[in-house]
């Protein structure tokens, strides 16, 4: 994790809710495959927090193996690009014409200061949701109300009913709050396709002399 996250990930570890969770996740890695590696759960954490100018909520992490590396909706170079993503990538099609990726993994976008974050931050292989409501729900809570208190001007992407739970702990007149169904297949066209999101995160980041992302 980067020096930057330090002071706050080490008061959540300390708390009853976070033990309570370590200790489940200790029990679910030595007896079942959990994704993403152990190494990886917080590498959305490597982002330096005072560069952090968008936060992305999605669900949890992809259950398939190596696919899921610590970043929402990002895989590894060598993988497929994922539903999910592709969708996300044909939205930002709609509104510029094109995107930068040429692969699923997202590091280009949390280098300019994309926080890629999920409501849960670990899932047990080939089982969605399986590690929701065991203390990641809490965590990810504080680390919305962390960054809505301590960062000015940051855009929020909430996608999906999880991620726009998080919405009631934004203050709106500081921040951008965008929110919108999944990107997943099963959701995309209730109103994902069209939310022109990207622009209006872009425009919002001009407005308060921000650099603008490179989708």
Known sequence: MHESWKPFLN????????????N????????????????????????????????ILGQDPYHTPGSAHGLA????????????LV????????????HT????????????????????????????????????????????KYLDKTRPHLV??????DARNKAPLINREKHLVLESPHPSPLSAHSGFFGNGHFKSANA????NHLPEIKW
Do not use: C
């Open 101 to 144: 990726n040429k692969t699923g993994n997202l590091k280009s976008w949390q280098d300019q200061g994309v926080l890629l974050l999920n409501n849960v931050l670990t899932v047990e292989a080939h089982r969605a949701g399986s590690h929701r409501g065991h203390g990641w729900e809490t965590f990810t809570e504080a680390v919305i």
């Open 11 to 22: 008061s959540e570890f300390n708390k009853p809710y976070f033990k309570e969770l370590a």
């Open 24 to 55: 489940f996740l200790h029990e679910q890695y030595d007896k079942k495959v959990i994704f993403p590696k152990k190494t990886q759960v917080f590498r959305a954490f490597t982002t330096d927090l005072s560069n952090v100018t968008v936060v």
């Open 87 to 98: 969708n996300i990538y044909k939205e930002i099609d709609n509104e510029y014409g094109s």
């Open 204 to 207: 919002f980041l001009k407005q």
């Open 73 to 84: 909706f990002s895989v590894p170079d060598t993988q497929p690009i994922p539903p999910s």
């Open 156 to 161: 929020f992407m909430l996608w999906g009913r």
